[in-house]
């Protein structure tokens, strides 16, 4: 589903990465120019590489973002179908996903913004504990002391 | 595993680009892509990362259809300006991480250093009680590289050079 807000915020990036399943099944990808048509729901590229002519079919495009404390982490995905139209290759969006659970933002949750560290706390445990029902046992207990060790060796 | 006789200027980058973009395919051949911090062991040739519980799908996808691929293309942190893009498609294998792991270990070591918030994080006991399934519940993934796809100064506009990894030995560059 389209969402206007991730799709303003995917404006602001000069770059994203498109990828695909190829031929042998691997998944391929190449960081690339990707403008968002806001009027037709659609996301153009202006120059597609070489690399990504043949690319048709499903398709996600992902932008992200980090400092070089890799701190101000922002990201999503467009989900979608690359098409032929009017002779150039657009993504068809079907959805756009975040990793921090919120329709809003793409940024990632860091502890200066606590409310935000919250929600991402419950939408975790939430999704940990679900795991581990499916698992069928618990998590084993952490070695605290463990990672005391590691702290203290670093 | 053998190592991976890969030329300087894509080794580094393997080693010092902060993060890639690894793609996942789902049952429905849906692409998925996230960024990720990954540990490159050059020993092995081996490149390991790991997803917390909470969300498996990358780990999920990669147990139902292991090629996997992690895109380097984002210099920023690591002090490589005129580095290449490397793309590097591989076999995954996943496994749980249920007691620590020599690349477990140095996945978290890499973390520590590139991102030293994480540190004070790790360090606070209520952080690490109320947490523990993002630091410490968590899958890892370890993906064995078949084909890399350089692009000279991450030129996405020239045709990329390609390296074939060959089982048991050393990588061509053709």
């Known amino acids: 589903m ?16 498109l990828s695909v399943a190829d031929v042998e099944g691997f998944p391929a990808s190449v960081r690339l120019v990707a403008r968002l048509d806001i009027k037709r729901r659609v996301v153009t590229f202006p120059a597609l590489p070489p690399y990504a002519q043949g690319w048709r079919g499903k398709a996600c495009l992902l932008f992200h973002r980090h400092n070089s404390r890799l701190e101000g982490l922002h ?12 002779g150039a290759v657009a993504l068809r969006v079907t959805d756009f996903v975040t990793a921090n659970g919120r329709t809003n933002t793409d940024e990632m949750p860091h502890a200066s913004h606590p409310i935000h560290m919250l929600q991402f706390f419950l939408l975790g445990r939430r999704k940990a504990r679900e795991y581990e029902r499916k698992r069928g046992q618990p998590w084993p207990p ?10 203290r060796e670093d | 595993m053998p190592a991976l006789q890969l030329p300087d200027e894509v080794a580094a980058v393997l080693r010092a680009y902060y993060t890639c973009e690894v793609t996942t395919v789902n049952g429905k051949g849906q692409p998925m892509t996230w960024p990720a911090l990954a540990y490159y062991d050059e020993a092995t040739g081996e490149i390991f990362f790991s997803v917390s519980i909470a969300f498996p799908v990358k780990a999920q996808n990669a147990r139902k259809r292991p090629q996997a691929s992690l895109l380097y293309s984002d210099p920023t942190g ?32 890499l973390a520590q250093q590139r991102q030293p918030d994480s540190r004070r994080f790790l360090a606070s006991n209520l952080s690490r009680r109320l947490f523990s399934w993002y630091l410490f519940k968590r899958i890892g993934i370890t993906v064995r590289p078949r084909r890399l796809t350089v692009w000279p100064n991450r030129d996405f506009s020239q045709e990329p050079t390609m390296i074939e990894v060959a089982e048991s030995e050393a990588a061509n560059v053709e």
């Open chain 1, 2 to 17: 389209w969402n206007k807000q991730l799709a303003r915020l995917a404006t602001q990036y000069p770059t994203g990465v």
């Open chain 1, 75 to 86: 990201q999503m995905v467009l989900k979608g179908e690359l098409v032929e139209e009017g």
């Open chain 1, 142 to 151: 952490i070695d605290y002391a463990e990672v005391e060790r590691l702290l």
């Open chain 2, 78 to 109: 690591s002090g490589l300006d005129h580095a290449p893009a490397v793309l590097v498609q591989g076999d995954a294998t996943v496994a749980e991480i249920l007691k620590s792991t020599p690349h477990a270990t140095a996945l978290n070591k």
